[in-house]
């Protein structure tokens, strides 16, 4: 009995935790605080060091915690989203207990890994019950983005593949996309949406 108690107590104290967390995260992204009363209340800085994020996310991923997701995810997109956070990033693409597949697509359009291309591939074609009312396609779209700004010889090939589905949506998504790698000369300056883009990773590339 004093075992069970001592769990339950955990993980109350866990959902408690959670849940300031969420909301100082929430007060960040609102302005209600600013950036360094943020880390001196959160214990840390995440433009220090990247494994700040990247520890919430795969906390996240290990408790299923669909609140710690989408934390992790704007912190990341405050301070600075990494490379390095191309893998857990495809882990949490392809689950389905949580509600930021799109920021999700969004994050990876920014880092443009090419180890990601096969996990955009499957969510832009995979249907979630959340997102049952969109007939925007609007998580399919934002892969497609991302597979064309990968531009890997394996992204086209799966941007191709897109052709051949039965939405109409994706399709058409998938041949303007297709339409603009094939227009684009060497040397051509990044457009101003990638270069916005670009501002949100990083300064130091880790």
Not at 38 to 51: I, K, L, N, T
Not at 187 to 201: C, D, Q, T, V
């Amino acid at each position: 009995m004093a075992a069970l108690w001592q769990y339950l107590a955990c993980v109350r104290l866990g959902a408690k935790m959670e849940k300031l967390k969420g909301q100082l995260v929430l007060d960040l992204m609102e302005g209600e605080i600013s950036e360094e009363t943020f880390v001196s209340r959160f214990g840390a800085d995440p433009r220090v060091s990247p494994d700040v994020v990247h520890e919430e996310l795969h906390q996240a991923l290990v408790e299923k915690s669909e609140l710690g997701v989408e934390c992790a995810l704007i912190l990341g997109f405050i301070f600075g989203l990494s490379p390095s956070w191309a893998p857990i990033l495809c882990l949490l693409l392809e689950e389905d207990w949580h509600f930021s597949h799109e920021d999700i697509a969004d994050a990876l359009q920014n880092i443009r890994p090419s180890s990601a291309v096969d996990s955009l591939y499957r969510a832009a074609l995979k249907k979630h019950d959340y997102l049952a009312y969109d007939e925007s396609s609007a998580l399919a779209v934002k892969c497609i983005w991302a597979l064309h700004d990968i531009g890997t010889e394996e992204a086209i090939a799966k941007l191709k593949s897109l052709l051949e589905v039965e939405s109409e949506t994706i399709r058409e998504n998938a041949r303007h996309r297709l339409s603009d790698l094939s227009a684009k000369r060497p040397g051509e300056p990044e457009p101003s949406y990638r270069r916005a883009r670009n501002k949100l990773l990083r300064p130091d590339g880790r």
